[in-house]
């Protein structure tokens, strides 16, 4: 892993050296992880791979390729107070959004308490952005509504849509938890105004 | 099916360049936004992300509003017999209805819809079935219909056209609502005939009718043009999502207030209100027509009244009765006013009885209806009371299923009332009307034979046939039943799929052999011993009505699979394209009642194509909203076809009536009815100087209403037509109200959104039907979001028996119940529990139409003693919880943060 302390905000070129093969198949662990585990403090080597037959070329393909990315420290987050970075890119629509919900556990969430997680901020819809609209209610906790026609997304499921006109989930940001360093390694979903998430330019 | 195991795409195909480009119309809900279809053979390699490598000419990544490609929003098909990737988006450059491009989730993801054997759409039906030994196997077309006609002649024959009943969709495109019709009333001639939503075919709106109102006069424009829209039993954003983005939505910025009566808050209602221009009236379900007319006795207490409209718009005494008591005494208007029940003497006669009405004065209508006395007041200001300057308020008025699927005549009434006592019905940005269901593909191609039904309400008026009593009384013999799964659809689902059990699969006589003959000697043995034949035209086999009832299954082609017509909810037609070949042997349904109705020994039925349909019916459109004849007429006078002309007009369509101008070659839409403003110069320009020139043809609606003289019925509204029923029904002990309706994300179609689509599934799984409760009666009861709880009514209304009304109190509640005409069954279905504010206390609320879970059993199935049809938002259930739901404690699917939560 890596050791890395100063927070790059700039494409993280050299690491796409590491998201070959081997890289790959250590991130299905982590989508595995992600994706299908339930309310139970699991770590993610224990995760079973054999869960779902099929899927694991499936998510590879969603994680190679993409930059491992330090975008905050853990200490550092404070609840209910999103942080701004980009992510994959620094190109078009890449803005993102790191948060620490208070304790509200999340599917994909790191972190002791598994609150901490990461998401696009352009409505799947029609490109809205969400800046601003982070909503800490009880045990909610949301983006929305766009400003443009209205979706609201569910933070703690995976960004799925709870109300609106949304294709697809809000597209999350992979995390990976290094001692203090919070890195981002991938992507689920795609971005909007993207036709693919890893752009070559 | 699919279910939530759900991974998204992280990248989508852009359309090359030079693909072939299509227009289309969504399919789903009756806004019917434009899309555009992009095909292109899969040899061909994808476009690219520059401007000049993809279709849509923009470079990509795009931005907010621009074109983009979903990762759901491709698929794969077959056209012309070769597989073609195709993209379908919303068409960024309409001019109408879905403004930018607008698109909702359901209509955002219609790509997915298509036929395709690698996706959820893999089971599609292919091939005519008939069951042998329980099993439907594949036939040949010549042999299930050549069986289901002998059969069909035989019991027409043998036990009468009413023994015949259609149950069929009442939208799914023109050309085959023509057909269905001409063969029913027309060749068969049934009264046991009805649409997908209504035990008889009843009239939705009363009180629109009657007082003169078209249920589609508004133009969208309309809904976002006035100073205050009331809004009665329902929350656009959730169910005709672009009428409110496009247009209402832009109001409210502008500061367009929205008074909404519903007993939840959804995001439309909560987007008002965070804007400081909502307020909504959250009442207890029924008592739409309560609080509406509380609002309006404020107004008259106040003399907001719109005095120079009523003076001139509003029928008085004499003009009021002259549609009572003469002539034929055929119209709907003077049959439900022979008991003196709705028929005023002009203003000051809906005023006194108004007045005199205890159940509209404040306090009483805050205890009924559960709504704060003084929202009821805010809201008559907002719709009445004069601005500072002086001068009136622009109000327009709009209804939904919430106002008249639960107390339907009283409630129609009460608006239509209180719109025109404001000035509304007839000026741009003044209108009243529905938003709207499924979209508009009615065409009638007969009449339906009314004074065949043996049902009568007191006095002299017969009524439509109750389709449903009518086949629990055994006088079914043969259901031909079309895109619809007819049980979960009707209320007290459980007694009707009983029927069908006894009636159909407990027969003795089944069919067993492989022999054509032996069949169909079989079925008619099977009628004539007082069971049923059950035929079924549907796109995938549904359970019950095709997996476990039909006999005969015959595969229909639709939406993409053939050329159609159809209107949305302003009226405005579009052809939607033909753009791949349909599954299997799929044929549409106006060609399958052509092959049944020819062998039937009908004559009318040689179309070779859709087209053809649709230039036969065009002049039966003339006297309907949407009128299209003209499209014809200057379509052959062009040289080219109907259809073709249409798509001539893209996604922008026309809005009917449509006018053609002999002199100019134009065509000319109509952009709202009762449009009191039109000009006689206004109307030269669309059909000539010297009045409508050639085909066109006039029609009071468009300058006037549609009433006996041209203007409006002031109609009373009487309480006392549901309170016998609301009384009884009303939540006892720990008893809660449940209502239904839609779901904004999965509403229209169930077969395709909460079935078949990964995403949608993910979110809304088909098997976790969910009900919102308030926190209050959900601690009462020890449940939280996520528990899987057990909703029951053990005393579940069933009025069962076809009998007459003579006295005017036979068909009442009370009088029907203590004379045993009414069963109290018992029901109960499962759910995942939501626990939500945005749900008033004591008020539940399902999605309305889960066929696995089908929370409509616990409703009554009592009918609208004027409109026939059920108030399918009447119910109660006690709830009690089960345990945990697999969905409480896992991350990937579910949600169960309340609709109303933002920033």
């Known amino acids: 892993m890596s050791t890395d302390t100063g927070i790059d905000n700039t494409t993280s070129r050299k690491r796409k050296a590491r998201s070959g093969t081997a890289h790959g198949k250590c991130m299905i662990t982590r989508r595995q992880f992600l994706l299908y585990s339930g309310g139970t403090a699991m770590v993610a080597s224990t995760v079973s791979l054999g869960l779902f037959p099929g899927s694991a070329t499936a998510t590879t393909a969603r994680v190679v390729g993409y930059p491992r990315k330090l975008i905050a420290r853990l200490s550092e987050l404070k609840d209910n107070v999103p942080v701004d970075f980009n992510y994959p890119d620094d190109l078009d629509n890449s803005s993102a959004m790191i948060v620490k919900m208070g304790g509200v556990q999340a599917g994909g969430g790191i972190g002791s308490r598994r609150d901490v997680v990461a998401y696009n901020y352009l409505c799947t819809h029609q490109g809205g952005p969400l800046q601003g609209s982070y909503v800490a209610e009880g045990p909610h906790r949301i983006l929305g509504q766009c400003p443009l026609h209205l979706s609201t997304y569910d933070l703690t499921r995976h960004g799925i849509v709870v109300s609106g006109q949304a294709y697809e989930s809000l597209p999350q940001v992979l995390l990976e938890l290094d001692g203090d360093n919070v890195y981002a390694v991938g992507m689920m979903g795609l971005i909007f105004g993207r036709h693919k998430n890893l752009l070559e330019s | ?903």
Request: net charge positive.
């Open chain 2, 1 to 903: 099916m699919t279910t939530e195991y759900y991974i998204p795409e992280d990248s989508a195909p852009l359309p090359p360049k030079n693909c072939d480009v299509l227009t289309t119309a969504c399919d789903y809900c009756i806004v019917a936004c434009g899309y555009k279809v992009y095909r292109w053979p899969m040899s061909t390699p994808d476009g690219g992300p520059k401007a000049h490598e993809n279709a849509y000419g923009i470079d990509f990544p795009s931005f907010a509003l621009q074109d983009w490609v979903a990762p759901t929003q491709h698929n794969v098909v077959m056209h012309n017999g070769r597989p073609h990737k195709i993209v379908i988006t919303p068409d960024k450059n309409t001019r109408h209805v879905n403004l930018l491009g607008d698109s909702s989730i359901r209509g955002g993801c219609i790509a997915q819809k298509v036929y395709n054997p690698d996706k959820p759409t893999w089971d599609r039906l292919k091939n005519p079935l008939v069951r042998i030994n329980g099993i439907l196997q594949p036939v040949t077309w010549d042999f299930a219909l050549d069986i289901a006609a002998e059969v069909a002649k035989h019991v027409i024959k043998e036990h009468g056209a009413n023994a015949y009943s259609v149950k069929t969709y009442g939208y799914q495109f023109m050309e085959n609502m023509y057909a269905i019709t001409k063969f029913s009333f027309r060749d068969v001639n049934t009264a046991s005939w009805t649409w997908h939503d209504t035990p008889s075919k009843a009239t939705s709106t009363p009180g629109y009718r009657d007082a003169g109102f078209d249920n589609f006069a508004p133009s969208y424009e309309d809904w976002g043009a006035a100073d205050t829209l009331l809004i009665s039993g329902t929350d656009p954003y959730e169910t005709k999502t672009i009428i409110f983005t496009s247009w209402i939505k832009p109001g409210i910025d502008r500061g367009m207030k929205v008074i909404s009566l519903n007993p939840r808050e959804t995001g439309g209602v909560t987007y008002a209100k965070k804007m400081g221009n909502g307020l909504l009236l959250d009442l207890y379900p029924g008592t739409d027509s309560i609080v509406l007319g509380a609002i309006t006795r404020i107004i008259l207490e106040n003399g907001w009244e719109d005095k120079d409209w009523i003076k001139k718009w509003v029928n008085n005494k004499f003009e009021t009765d002259s549609g009572f008591g003469q002539g034929t005494r055929n119209t709907p208007w003077q049959w439900r006013t022979t008991w003196g029940k709705f028929q005023t003497g002009g203003f000051e006669g809906y005023k006194k009885w108004l007045m005199g009405q205890d159940e509209y004065k404040l306090e009483n209508a805050v205890q009924i209806s559960g709504v704060d006395a003084a929202k009821i007041r805010q809201a008559a200001e907002w719709m009445a009371k004069p601005k500072a300057d002086g001068s009136r308020i622009k109000a327009s008025l709009g209804l939904e299923k919430g106002n008249y699927w639960s107390a339907g005549t009283p409630s129609t009434n009460a608006l239509a009332s209180l719109g025109t006592l404001v000035g509304a019905g007839g000026r741009p940005g003044q209108m009243i009307g529905r938003f709207g269901g499924h979209q508009r593909g009615g065409q009638n191609g007969g009449k339906y034979p009314r004074n065949k039904s043996p049902m009568k309400v007191p006095g002299r008026r017969r009524r439509p046939l109750d389709t449903d009593r009518w086949l629990k009384s055994g006088h079914t013999r043969f259901a031909h039943v079309i895109g619809t799964t007819w049980m979960q659809a009707m209320a007290g689902t459980v007694g009707l799929q009983q029927s069908f059990e006894q009636l159909v699969t407990m027969n003795p006589h089944q069919i067993r052999s492989h022999d054509k003959q032996e069949i169909i000697d079989t079925l008619k043995k099977r009628a004539d011993s007082g069971g049923m034949i059950v035929i079924n035209q549907e796109i995938y086999l549904r359970d019950p009505i095709g997996s476990r009832f039909a006999d005969i299954v015959f595969p229909a082609a639709t939406w993409g699979e053939v050329d159609f017509m159809r209107a949305n909810g302003e009226r405005r037609l579009r052809l939607y394209s033909k753009f791949y070949d349909a599954p299997g042997d799929a044929q549409p349904d106006w060609w399958i009642i052509a092959q049944l109705a020819k062998r039937m020994g009908y004559e009318g039925y040689d179309w070779k194509n859709s087209n053809d349909v649709a230039e036969e019916m065009s002049r039966y459109s003339r006297k309907s909203r949407k009128s299209y004849h003209m499209i014809k007429i200057a379509a052959h006078r062009e040289g080219t076809t109907l259809h073709e002309k249409l798509r001539s007009l893209g996604t922008d369509g026309i809005q009917g009536p449509v006018f053609y101008n002999y002199d100019t070659g134009e065509l000319h839409g109509t952009v709202r009815l009762h449009d009191t403003t039109l000009t006689r110069a206004d109307m030269d320009k669309k059909w000539g100087t010297d009045g409508p020139a050639g085909a066109n043809m006039h029609s009071k609606k468009y300058t006037h209403f549609n009433s006996q003289t041209g203007k409006v019925n002031l109609q009373k509204h009487p309480w006392e037509i549901i309170s016998t029923y609301w009384n009884w029904l009303k939540p006892k002990g720990d008893e809660l109200w449940h209502t239904n309706g839609r779901i904004n994300e999965i509403w229209q179609s169930g077969f395709d959104d909460t079935e078949r689509r990964a995403y949608i599934a993910q979110r809304f799984p088909a098997d976790a039907q969910f009900v919102e409760i308030h926190p209050d009666d959900a601690a009462a009861r020890g449940i939280e979001s996520g528990d899987l709880v057990m909703m029951y009514n053990e005393r579940v209304p069933n009025f069962k028996d076809t009998i007459l009304g003579v006295f005017s109190n036979d068909l009442h509640f009370d009088e029907a119940l203590k004379n045993g005409h009414i069963e109290l069954g018992k029901a109960a279905v499962t759910a995942v529990a939501l626990v939500t504010p945005a749900v008033k206390k004591g008020v539940t609320f399902s999605n309305f139409l889960n066929t696995v879970q089908p929370t409509n059993v616990l409703q009554g199935a009592i009918t609208d003693t004027i409109t026939g049809n059920y108030n399918f938002k009447l119910g109660i259930a006690k709830i009690k919880r089960l345990g945990e739901s697999k969905y409480k404690r896992t991350f990937n699917s579910m949600t169960f943060v309340p609709r109303n939560l933002t920033a």
